[in-house]
């Protein structure tokens, strides 16, 4: 059978070991113990409970392991590059990867140092942790697989054929980087917003919100333009404004993630999805003054809660 490894037991880290392991084997590895009874309670409500392989990097660093096929690394974009860290000496450097962060930080800095195959995946599966032994997938989606240079077809191909078994919808692309970006476009209009106003996705289309929104998509338009990468149906800012609209209605009832980590006061994303950003229209001379004050504000909330 095939060996997936699972760097990163969260959401997702759970959602992908717990599906997987039926059609292959897996490994969940993270830096602290978790039982190795995991539930997962389906979008239908169904709550089912299985063994996974569970460990942790340092206990894995005392055995000798059969090597992973797969290396997926499923933590937040800003701790993807330590937690493969954790591994250094422990897999060989020739091990596909897989990464599934949002944002596009940890994709073009660990394709880059990695010296073996990298591939990317951006999924809309919706999971949230309830516990130490419990996720709940809040809503199936679907997974593209692909790696930024468009090297590693074959394994991109099969690792998708993999998530198909595994009942997850998933679908091989040649165009990873542009999904990537388009995502995080939508995360930018929607994340920082709705975390420093404390409030769910629908709330944006209100009038106190409505135009920091086409604020926001006004600077992300015009950097997407000078990086190439179109909206995915229609053309210029807005399509952008359009396609966000239609996100924010499909998930008005969310607490969106930056929102759920301000609350549960931990680090956000927003250095993966703003800095991407911010870096860009530095490099193409755009002025990107909303962006740049977004991402001020919420340092200045994350720096505030940490301290507390
Ligand atoms: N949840 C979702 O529905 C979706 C998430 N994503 C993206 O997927 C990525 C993961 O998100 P999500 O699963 O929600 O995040 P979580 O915060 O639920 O999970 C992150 C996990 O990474 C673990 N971790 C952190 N550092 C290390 C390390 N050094 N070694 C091992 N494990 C480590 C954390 O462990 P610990 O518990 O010890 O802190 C935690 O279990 C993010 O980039 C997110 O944007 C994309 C689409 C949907
Ligand atoms: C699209 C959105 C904003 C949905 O909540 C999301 O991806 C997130 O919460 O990070």
Redesign the pocket.
């Known amino acids: 059978m095939t060996q997936h490894w699972i760097l990163g037991p969260g959401a997702i880290g759970r959602l992908l070991a717990y599906t997987i392991t039926p059609v292959a084997a897996v490994t969940l590895i993270g830096r602290r113990t978790l039982p190795d009874r995991q539930a997962l309670t389906t979008p239908e409500g169904e709550r089912q409970v299985q063994s996974l392989n569970v460990t942790t990097s340092e206990q894995l660093r005392h055995e000798a392991p059969v090597p992973p096929a797969y290396l997926h690394i499923t933590t937040k974009a800003m701790a993807a590059e330590a937690a493969l860290e954790s591994l250094a000496g422990i897999i060989h450097p020739s091990t596909p990867l897989v990464l599934w962060q949002?944002g596009f930080s940890a994709q073009p800095h660990i394709t880059r140092a990695w010296t073996g195959p990298v591939l990317c995946a951006t999924t809309?599966e919706?999971a949230y942790l309830s516990g130490n032994e419990d996720v709940v997938h809040a809503g199936r989606g679907h997974t593209f697989v692909g790696d930024l240079d468009n090297r590693h077809g074959e394994l991109v191909e099969a690792l998708v054929h993999t998530l198909t078994q595994a009942g997850l919808a998933a679908t091989a692309v040649n165009d990873i980087r542009k999904r990537l970006w388009q995502?995080l476009a939508?995360?930018a209009a929607?994340?920082p917003l709705?975390a420093l106003h404390g409030i769910r996705?629908g709330e944006l289309r209100g009038d106190a919100y409505s135009g920091q929104v086409a604020a926001v998509v006004k600077e992300v338009a015009a950097i997407l333009r000078a990086e190439g990468i179109p909206p995915p149906s229609g053309q210029g800012e807005q399509a952008w404004l359009a396609l966000v609209w239609q996100?924010?209605t499909s998930?008005a009832n969310?607490?969106?993630?930056?929102?759920?980590d301000r609350e549960a006061k931990r680090t956000t994303?927003r250095g993966a999805i703003l800095g991407p950003l911010i870096e860009s229209a530095r490099r193409h001379g755009l002025s990107c003054d909303v962006l740049k004050a977004l991402d001020a504000e919420i340092a200045a909330l994350e720096a505030d809660y940490l301290a507390s």
């Open positions: 949002n809309t919706g995502k939508v995360n929607i994340n709705v996705n996100v924010v998930t969310n607490k969106a993630s930056m929102l759920q994303e």
